[in-house]
């Protein structure tokens, strides 16, 4: 099974990016689907997940900016980022969780907001 996420960037102070990340392999069951962060120096973080029926979650500090969204035929998770700040430059990772349970990790892209 193989995570590929795409779509990081450098970006402006309340700018816009979309992150995707696609699923390859033999993975059949997913239940979660998620990203994380990590800045230099911090621990990762959760940024927000989606359950297999569609329920989001996210971290205080990007509600109302951030959208989570799924493929379920794609096995795609997307992350779109809108009046994004200094303070969301991380490398962001994705994640997901199988009924089986097994955990993957995407391989990270970095995320830059600066002026």
């Known amino acids: 099974v193989q995570l590929q996420a795409s779509g990081g960037g450098s970006v402006q102070p309340g700018g816009s990016l979309r992150l995707s990340c696609a699923a390859s392999?033999?993975?059949?069951?997913?239940?979660?689907m998620g990203w994380y962060r990590q800045a230099p120096g911090k621990q990762r973080e959760l940024v927000a997940f989606?359950?297999?029926?569609?329920?989001?979650n996210y971290a205080d500090s990007v509600k109302g900016r951030f959208t989570i969204s799924r493929d379920n035929a794609k096995k795609t998770v997307y992350l779109q980022m809108n009046s994004l700040k200094p303070e969301d430059t991380a490398v962001y990772y994705c994640?997901?969780?199988?009924?089986?349970?097994?955990?993957?990790w995407g391989q990270g892209t970095q995320v830059t907001v600066s002026s």
């Open positions: 392999g033999s993975i059949f069951d997913i239940a979660v």
């Open positions: 989606i359950t297999s029926g569609g329920a989001a």
């Open positions: 994640n997901i969780k199988t009924w089986s349970p097994h955990v993957y």
